[in-house]
DNA sequence: CCGGTTGTTCAGCG
DNA sequence: GCGCTGAACAACCG
């Protein structure tokens, strides 16, 4: 579930619960359930992979990693993380970080850097990108300080569009190609929401999980690269290596 | 049925 | 203090 489109595919479905007052609260993340009692949910938000259920003064921030899950009304098997009960539903986390932030929102988060936002800003993007020059691709395209939201499928599968090998260092790139980077990230994120959606986004990859290039149909390499050491889907004739 | 993973944080170590 | 490694979380798919 847990890239920055099905983070809002999640605020959608549960956009219903926005304005409405917290009955009841339970579950086992480590937080002050009775604090959240009678309190109103004055909005529903995300940044990036953040799922931010706003109260007056307090937001609860969830974050799925890499097995979350949740559910409306139907609970799952297995203890949930919290447990949102409303007058019009009961809302289910489970296997997720819940944390608390009491700051202003504004004053945490820079909404220019998430990829879903209204507020992305592709020239910031790619001032924060040149920023890194010695960072290889395979780790800026992951890292939620530039790109808020994109998760390992993302890198994979702009690499592969991009036409970039995945260790090339930010520096080593022209500057038209870091432009193609970000133009390309902001275009597969409105993509993979839209397929998502429509239960094809695996139909439709080029890169991630592939054995063969469908361009030039040599067999991809498999590798753990970069800091991150993620599984990465490379094809060495088409991915250029500049340096 | 087991192995692997759309992710992040933190402890422990050198 | 730094960077690196591994653990922890714990659900589902193939």
Redesign the pocket.
């Known amino acids: 579930?847990?890239?920055g489109p099905?983070i809002v595919i999640m605020q959608e479905e549960m956009q219903a619960f926005s304005g409405k007052k917290i009955l009841e609260a339970s579950g086992?993340a480590n937080i002050d359930m009775n604090k959240l009692l009678n309190r109103k949910v004055v909005a529903i938000k995300t940044w990036?992979?953040h799922f931010l259920i706003c109260l007056p003064h307090l937001t609860l921030r969830i974050?799925?990693?890499?097995?979350g899950?949740y559910s409306i009304d139907e609970p799952?098997?297995?203890?949930p993380?919290l447990q949102l009960r409303f007058t019009n539903g009961t809302l289910y986390f489970?296997?997720c970080?819940v944390t608390e932030i009491e700051e202003d929102l504004d004053d945490v988060y820079d909404w220019t850097t998430d990829l879903m936002n209204k507020q992305w800003d592709p020239a910031a993007a790619r001032k924060r990108l040149r920023s890194h020059p010695d960072m290889l691709l395979c780790d800026a395209l992951?890292n939620?300080d530039i790109f808020a939201g994109?998760?390992?499928?993302?890198k994979n599968e702009i690499l592969f569009r991009t036409r970039l090998h995945p260790l090339n260092t930010v520096g080593a790139i022209p500057t038209s190609k870091q432009a193609a980077i970000v133009r390309e990230m902001h275009t597969y994120a409105f993509e993979f929401l839209r397929w998502k959606k429509a239960g094809v986004?695996k139909k439709h990859w080029e890169a991630?999980?592939k054995k063969i290039c469908p361009r030039c149909g040599i067999p991809f390499h498999k590798e753990?690269l970069g800091?991150?050491?993620?599984?990465t889907f490379f094809c060495e004739s088409c991915q250029i290596r500049y340096a």
């Open positions: 579930m847990p890239e099905s086992t990036g992979k974050h799925l990693l890499l097995f899950k799952r098997k297995g203890k993380k489970y296997a970080s992951l939620q994109a998760g390992n499928i993302f986004l991630h999980t753990y800091k991150t050491k993620r599984r």
